[in-house]
């Protein structure tokens, strides 16, 4: 529990951190261009790791994992709102384990 | 500027203050549910209340938050989850970046708040508009952002009593999904879909080519996967915008 607590105090800082230096020290410094590009594609690099292998285990079977995962692809293909998306697809998986 | 006399009396600070809190109530909707499945989802997973509230008040990071979880019952090192975690949020920093020449308050005990509070949909909304150039304004937006999102968390943790297993057994899927809707929007533009393509290959070969023989845990293939990805494309497409 003390070890728990130490960790989530550790993720805050490293969250904070990145959020933090460049609002207070990085309003005058130009970054190289390169570095720009890789920053920039962060995001959708970290978002396609995270998702994948990973959904194929996030339920209990691969199968209604899978299904979840078409559901919310489907859904943000729609560009409805994330939460429709999220909600959609937890009752996409919990439909496809009662039913079937 | 002439009307900075004007906008620092208490009054105005006030108002600016609540403009933001208005323009935060988008947000604050979208997140309460999100919040409320993180909740849930750490209750799926027998993590104690008091880590899951503590993650809300002093994480506030959604995806990481989610990843936390997730990278904790599979059993990874604390040190590969805070450098997940580290990469994960590495975004922020162009956001921060972006909205410190926005931002024309100078008060570095505000902008040092402010910062807590930089997230995908708070800069979203504090990007686009104009009063953003008002620290108090976008306080206002992420205090609000803030407040939604350990509202949630408390009633996905004392809601999750009740639950029937089958409906908790599917929350899994809600990291996911929330990850999918946040990329599969983006993926119009040829580098990010490059990208993102270049991440999920090199997730399948570590996967399936080098963790039967050689074992990586889910947090370090993450970020394998994350820095090579990110690293073709920043070399491969030098002329084209990103976004």
Redesign the interface.
């Known amino acids: 529990m003390i070890s728990l607590f130490l960790l989530v105090l550790g993720l805050a800082l490293v969250t904070y951190l990145p959020r933090v230096i460049p609002l207070l020290w990085l309003k005058d410094l130009a970054l190289p261009a390169y570095m720009k590009r890789f920053l920039s594609f962060i995001p959708y690099a970290v978002l396609a790791s995270l998702i994948f292998p990973g959904v194929l285990s996030s339920t209990t079977t691969t199968t209604s994992a899978l299904f979840g995962g078409v559901v919310a692809t489907t859904l943000a293909l729609l560009r409805v709102n994330l939460v429709v998306v999220v909600i959609g697809a937890v009752f996409g998986v919990y439909a496809f384990q009662t039913l079937l | 500027m002439a009307t900075s006399i004007q906008s620092t009396s208490p009054s105005s600070q006030q108002s600016t203050f609540r403009a933001g809190l208005r323009a935060g109530i988008p947000v604050a909707?979208?997140y309460i549910?999100?919040a409320i499945?993180f909740g849930l989802l750490a209750k799926s997973f027998d993590?104690?209340n008091?880590?899951t509230l503590?993650?809300s008040f002093?994480?506030?990071?959604g995806?990481?938050q989610f990843?936390?979880v997730?990278l904790l019952m599979t059993g990874s090192m604390?040190w590969e989850?805070?450098l997940t975690?580290?990469?994960?949020?590495?975004?922020?920093?162009?956001?921060?970046?972006s909205?410190?020449?926005r931002?024309e308050t100078t008060s570095?005990k505000l902008?040092?708040t402010?910062?807590?509070g930089?997230t995908?949909e708070t800069f979203s909304i504090a990007s686009t508009r104009k009063e953003a150039r008002s620290g108090l304004f976008v306080l206002g937006l992420n205090t609000i952002a803030f407040l939604a999102w350990n509202i949630g968390t408390w009633i996905g943790v004392f809601l999750a009593f009740g639950l029937p297993g089958?409906?908790q057994?599917?929350?899994?899927?809600?990291?996911?999904?929330?990850?999918?809707?946040?990329?599969?929007?983006?993926l119009t533009t040829r580098?990010?879909f490059f990208?993102?393509?270049?991440?999920?290959m090199?997730?399948?070969m570590l996967?399936w080519g080098i963790t039967p023989f050689f074992p990586i845990s889910?947090g370090i293939?993450?970020i394998i996967?994350?820095?090579v990805?990110?690293?073709i494309?920043?070399?491969v497409?030098?002329e084209e915008q990103?976004?």
Do not use: E, W
């Open positions: 909707i979208g549910p999100i499945a993590l104690p008091a880590i503590s993650m002093f994480i506030f990071a995806a990481s990843i936390t997730q604390y989850i805070i975690t580290f990469i994960l949020n590495s975004r922020h920093f162009l956001m921060s970046a909205l410190s020449q931002i570095r902008l040092a402010i910062a807590f930089v995908d089958t409906l057994a599917s929350m899994g899927i809600a990291l996911y999904a929330m990850f999918i809707g946040l990329l599969v929007p983006s580098p990010v990208v993102a393509s270049f991440a999920i090199i997730q399948a996967h889910d293939r993450i996967a994350t820095v990805a990110a690293g494309g920043a070399f497409f030098k990103v976004t």
